[in-house]
């Protein structure tokens, strides 16, 4: 993405975050301006403060006035399908249904390179339209989707995470892979594109019930070899798939045992939903300071 040749100053009501509302309260994490400017250089923020002085102390910008509009930083979509994005909305009422009825049929067409550069390019636009500037994306297994999406970010100059999402069980035949090739598949788009511009790749088995023992230890050999990738995939959304899990793992202790006795738990694992968890689960996530993307 090209950056412009002069100073940018766009004027109008500031609203920024300066601590974590969460733990310091929303009017005390944040900072307004009714009047309030930011200064864009060279495709960067340059400074933050009362639109009056930047003005004054950048005269050669070129002004954009938004008047009483509010301006924010981008928002960050940390639990993100791009693949899914024709099927928005579409009706159903258990996870593993709507899987079966519209998901994986519309994955099995990101193997044509067309179609993955298609809806890569839609989706991020209609985010961009929506004010979403960052966010962290499951791709399909196929490779293809992953290139996809992230040749449409960067062109956008847009901060995206995402990966291969990898299955080799419980899934249509034609979006299984195997343990080693998800491994490899998933090394060799981690080698490409991790730290390129503002991409970043994170292991993506999509849940345990989809990979078996074998493909889940393989991943998460994988990321102790790449401790400094990201790690996401989901966590007891459903009642119903809590106790799938819980017939195909007789052993363990929870559902997030089925990740940590195969090396899939620590501080850069990101955890989709994780609705009902135990109180055994929030205590180890919170120990090991993993994320969790709570969506209901």
């Keep these: ?13 500031t609203l920024r975050f300066v601590d974590n509302p969460f733990e310091q309260g929303g009017e005390a994490a944040t900072q307004t301006n009714s009047k309030g400017g930011i200064l864009i250089r060279a495709g960067k923020i340059k400074a933050i403060g009362a639109g009056d002085e930047l003005r004054t102390a950048h005269p050669r910008a070129a002004v954009i006035d938004y008047g009483d509009k509010l301006l924010v930083a981008g928002f960050v979509d940390a639990h993100v399908h791009y693949p ?32 993955a550069a298609t809806i890569a390019e839609r989706y991020l636009d209609l985010a961009l339209s929506h004010g979403t500037t960052a966010l962290s994306s499951y791709c399909t297994i196929s490779p293809v989707s992953v290139s996809a999406l992230f040749e449409a970010a960067a062109k956008r100059g847009l901060c995206v995470v995402a990966g291969k999402t990898c299955m080799d069980r419980n899934a249509p035949e034609g979006l299984c892979d195997t343990p080693q090739s998800a491994y490899d598949d998933s090394k060799a788009l981690l080698q490409k594109y991790h730290g390129k511009d503002r991409l970043n790749y994170a292991i993506t088995p999509r849940f345990s019930p989809t990979s078996s023992p074998e493909q889940l230890a393989a991943l998460g050999a994988l990321w102790a070899e790449h401790p400094e990738c990201l790690m996401q995939t989901h966590l007891s ?60």
């Design 237 to 296: 959304e459903q009642v119903d798939e809590i106790e799938w899990v819980r017939a195909l793992f007789p052993k363990a202790r929870d559902y997030l045992d089925t990740y940590e006795n195969f090396g899939l738990l620590g501080e850069r694992g990101v955890y989709g939903h994780a609705i009902h968890l135990e109180p055994r689960e929030k205590d180890r996530l919170k120990e090991v300071g993993a994320a969790l993307v709570h969506c209901p």
């Design 84 to 115: 899914q994005t024709a099927i928005i909305a579409s009706w159903g009422k258990r996870l593993i249904d709507w899987l079966n009825t519209y998901t994986f049929p519309e994955e099995m067409r990101f193997d044509d390179p067309h179609y």
């Design 1 to 13: 993405m090209a950056a412009s040749t002069c100073d940018i100053l766009l004027l109008g009501q």
